[in-house]
């Protein structure tokens, strides 16, 4: 399993290709995913989450 660092979350690739993003402990995001994703692949798939919730929460609710 891959597992990084970021922004303060944590966001993991199992050997099954599912991604998870965390946070103190508590998933947030999973999606299974055709193939392995690099650190830098990883990041960007925080950052297109992130954008995701400030677009229908908004920017008080993605800290």
Do not use: P, R, W
Not at 2 to 12: E, F, N
Not at 22 to 51: G, I, P, R, T
Not at 55 to 63: F, K, P, Q
Request: glycine residues 4%.
């Amino acid at each position: 399993m891959k597992v990084i660092k970021y922004k303060g979350y944590t966001i993991s690739q199992a050997n099954n290709n599912h991604i998870m993003i965390c946070k103190d402990n508590k998933m947030l995001f999973h999606a299974s995913a055709s193939v392995k994703l690099n650190e830098d692949s990883l990041k960007k798939q925080l950052d297109f989450y992130l954008k995701l919730i400030k677009n229908n929460l908004g920017d008080d609710d993605c800290e």
